[in-house]
Antibody, heavy 122, light 110 residues
Framework: EVQLVESGGGLVQPGRSLRLSCAAS????????MHWVRQAPGKGLQWVSG????????GYADSVKGRFTISRDNAKNSLYLQMNSLRAEDTALYYC???????????????WGQGTMVTVSS | QSVLTQPPSVSAAPGQKVTISCSGS????????VSWYQQLPGTAPKLLIY???KRPSGIPDRFSGSKSGTSATLGITGLQTGDEADYSC???????????FGTGTKVTVL
């Protein structure tokens, strides 16, 4: 079964850091670009970051650029999001999503995890 | 602030048809493929339509997509109670170098 399972969310104070992980199974992980997409409570979807199949190309939303870092370990079938200098507006459910292609850009997200909740509050 | 605009809600009786619009610009919908996602209450999004009008395996042909200029449309025919969900469009924005989503539309089956 094709599956993505996120972990690492939680309650964190403003200005602190958090690292999210996404474990992939049921498909050849290094054939696909991967993404993080978030959804604030009661709000719509917002793309956060994407990474190509070989980590050669990365992209970030302007709202997280310079604070978040996406990475992947193809040997471990895992995707990561290092989140630094967290703000209240980063509070959201963070989804890991598979791209239909190898490269990010012109993306279609065909497989989604169930998400991990990040709450930034003092 | 989303760059793709959708109506907040649409509704119809069971068996009827609804259409959901997604309005953008030349930097996004006008020059890139559009996808549509369904999000049932309390669940993760699910891909319904990609490349403007293609359905992934397992998606019934009651769901259809189209694009014209800087707008895209999702159609749902033979509306069922199980179709009650939030629907969002998505595409690449070449100016922002970012994937962008629509504001989302809630479908209610009366």
């Amino acid at each position: 079964e094709v599956q993505l399972v996120e972990s690492g969310g939680g309650l964190v104070q403003p200005g602190r850091s958090l690292r999210l992980s996404c474990a992939a199974s049921g498909f050849t992980f290094d054939d696909y670009a991967m993404h993080w997409v978030r959804q604030a409570p009661g709000k719509g979807l917002q793309w956060v970051s994407g990474i190509s199949y070989n980590s050669g190309s990365l992209g970030y939303a302007d709202s997280v650029k310079g604070r978040f870092t996406i990475s992947r370990d193809n040997a471990k079938n895992s995707l990561y999001l290092q989140m630094n200098s967290l703000r209240a507006e980063d509070t959201a459910l963070y989804y890991c999503a598979r791209d239909m292609g190898e490269y990010y850009g012109g993306d279609t997200f065909d497989i989604w995890g169930q998400g991990t909740m990040v709450t930034v509050s003092s | 602030q989303s760059v793709l605009t959708q109506p907040p809600s649409v509704s119809a009786a069971p068996g009827q048809k609804v259409t959901i619009s997604c309005s953008g610009s030349n930097s996004n919908i006008g020059n890139n493929y559009v996808s549509w996602y369904q999000q049932l209450p309390g669940t993760a999004p699910k891909l319904l339509i990609y490349d403007n009008n293609k359905r992934p395996s397992g998606i019934p042909d009651r769901f259809s997509g189209s694009k014209s200029g800087t707008s895209a449309t999702l159609g749902i025919t033979g509306l069922q109670t199980g179709d009650e969900a939030d629907y969002s469009c998505g595409t690449w924005d070449s100016s922002l170098s970012a994937e962008v989503f629509g504001t989302g539309t809630k479908v209610t089956v009366l």
